[in-house]
T-cell receptor
Framework: DAGVIQSPRHEVTEMGQEVTLRCKPI?????LFWYRQTMMRGLELLIY????????DSGMPEDRFSAKMPNASFSTLKIQPSEPRDSAVYFC???????????FGQGTRLTVV | AQSVSQHNHHVILSEAASLELGCNYS??????LFWYVQYPGQHLQLLLK??????LVKGIKGFEAEFIKSKFSFNLRKPSVQWSDTAEYFC??????????FGDGTTLTVKP
């Protein structure tokens, strides 16, 4: 298995533009997590899905952020409109059945100018 | 709600020094415990994990951690650090609901 795959690896966009981050979890994993990492706030859990259903989105900072998981092999995190303070590295992780070890993608480094 | 506390924000050691990073969690139920490492410019990688059994867990690269249930702690240790251990270390807790909570991280700098 290729592991958790995130795309793009880097994204630079202008303030106000829509940004879509993508994640392909490891096949067979039934939980998927979106995290944001910044120097100031460290690693923050934004939202997590279990069996494609959003379970806890209390970490989503604002209504500008939305996440979907249309099927077991794909999830998106969308920011619309983007702002400079959204600049961060966004990680996706998937977890084996039973909620044990999390496998992380390589992250998407987002810069909003 | 569960939470994870890492006591040291930044630790600076010389090579060959011993390391102990503190991690405490708050959750009343069954948990699985993890330490992750993030080397500069790289993504998170699993160092070691505890599910059940022997509370002293050995991981990769000479790291180990001890689960002390009465103290809700899972401290990470290494007898002799190397320059290549310079990284950020995250403690994490998974509950049986599948939710994963991370500590704020500890940055370790090892001076050659």
């Amino acid at each position: 298995d290729a592991g958790v795959i995130q795309s793009p690896r880097h994204e630079v966009t202008e303030m106000g533009q829509e940004v879509t981050l993508r994640c392909k979890p490891i096949s067979g994993h039934n939980s998927l997590f979106w995290y944001r990492q910044t120097m100031m706030r460290g690693l923050e859990l934004l939202i997590y899905f279990n069996n494609n259903v959003p379970i806890d989105d209390s970490g989503m900072p604002e209504d500008r952020f939305s996440a979907k998981m249309p099927n077991a092999s794909f999830s998106t995190l969308k920011i619309q409109p983007s702002e400079p303070r959204d600049s961060a590295v966004y990680f996706c992780a998937s977890i084996t059945t039973g909620g044990t070890e999390a496998f992380f993608g390589q992250g998407t480094r987002l810069t909003v100018v | 709600a569960q939470s994870v506390s890492q006591h040291n924000h930044h630790v600076i050691l010389s090579e060959a020094a011993s390391l102990e990073l503190g991690c405490n969690y708050s959750y009343g139920g069954t948990v699985n415990l993890f330490w992750y490492v993030q080397y500069p410019g790289q993504h998170l990688q699993l160092l070691l994990k505890y599910f059940s059994g022997d509370p002293l867990v050995k991981g990769i690269k000479g790291f180990e951690a001890e689960f002390i249930k009465s103290k809700f702690s899972f401290n990470l240790r290494k007898p002799s650090v190397q320059w290549s251990d310079t990284a950020e270390y995250f403690c994490a807790v998974n509950t049986n609901a599948g939710k994963s909570t991370f500590g704020d991280g500890t940055t370790l700098t090892v001076k050659p």
